[in-house]
């Protein structure tokens, strides 16, 4: 069983910064894959940023690159997401994922909520213009 606990997020005004928090703990070998998902009312859960904790490797959505950045610490098993220059459209619900990939398969799922077993509680942010 991985549990995942998320803390941060908030609200913040347009071009501001937020950063979120995600420790996993429980049986971890089974996991390689960390990251944010987010959802806002009426759409479909939408990947954020992910990260491979056995490397460097990391993924990003279009839309969030270059303002956010995803890293790993391996000493407490902690996933953080900074966002800077947020906008109104960075509003939503993020979620906390993670799973195991083969390092092939991540290349073209990484973005998929269906492929990720375990989900933090989800916290919200909210950018006000």
């Known amino acids: 069983q991985v549990h995942l606990v998320q803390s941060g997020g908030g609200s913040v005004q347009e071009g501001g910064s937020l950063r979120l928090s995600c420790a996993a703990s429980?049986?971890?070998?089974?996991?390689?894959?960390m990251g944010w998902f987010r959802q806002s009312p009426g759409k479909e859960r939408e990947a954020v940023a992910i990260?491979?904790?056995?490397?460097?490797?990391?993924f990003y959505s279009d839309s969030v690159k270059g303002r956010f950045t995803i890293s790993h610490d391996n000493n407490d098993n902690t996933v953080y997401l900074q966002m800077n220059s947020l906008k109104p459209d960075d509003t939503a619900m993020y979620y906390c994922a993670a799973d195991w990939m083969g390092i092939l398969t991540m290349e073209r799922r990484w973005g998929r909520p269906e492929d990720y077993k375990h989900w933090g509680q989800g916290t919200q942010v909210t950018v006000s213009s």
């Open positions: 429980g049986n971890l070998a089974n996991v390689n894959l």
């Open positions: 990260i491979y904790t056995r490397g460097s490797n990391s």
